[in-house]
């Protein structure tokens, strides 16, 4: 059975900046003392390739896939907790693009979020398309 959701639309003028995939392991914000403190970049591991996230970008759920893998954290690694542990999502299809190049993660088709392969600073055509397309 396909599961075919909705596009989900995002402000054009937004929606490029905000598609630029994050490249950095961590990036800085402020916990709650205003002290300075890192967190983790959206990253998933699925079928041998790493996707990072795209955010604001229409596009249509497809076939579940299975299963893909959040991968550990430790944003902060000279403190006393232990890093995150690597957590389970379900992978999807994203209509209209090879699952190599993006998919969309989460627990169900309505939650999930597009991510996609990185190369360099450049996002991958197929989800230029996308862009243009929302």
Do not use: W
Not at 69 to 77: G, W
């Amino acid at each position: 059975m396909k599961a075919v959701l909705p596009s989900r639309r995002g402000s054009v003028g937004m929606l490029l900046a905000a598609a630029v995939l994050t490249l950095s392991v961590a990036c800085t914000s402020s916990n709650d003392d205003g002290a300075s403190a890192s967190s983790c970049v959206f990253l998933v591991n699925y079928q041998n390739h790493e996707y990072s996230d795209v955010a604001n970008v229409d596009f249509t759920v497809g076939d579940k896939l299975g299963p893909a893998t959040l991968p550990s954290c430790d944003d902060t690694p000279n403190d006393d907790d232990d890093a995150q542990t690597p957590t389970s999502t379900t992978a999807y299809a994203v209509k209209g693009v090879d699952p190599s190049i993006a998919i969309a993660v989460g627990e169900d088709p309505g939650d999930a979020r597009l991510v996609a392969v990185h190369s360099g600073n450049k996002i991958p055509p197929e989800v230029k398309e996308l862009i243009r397309g929302s």
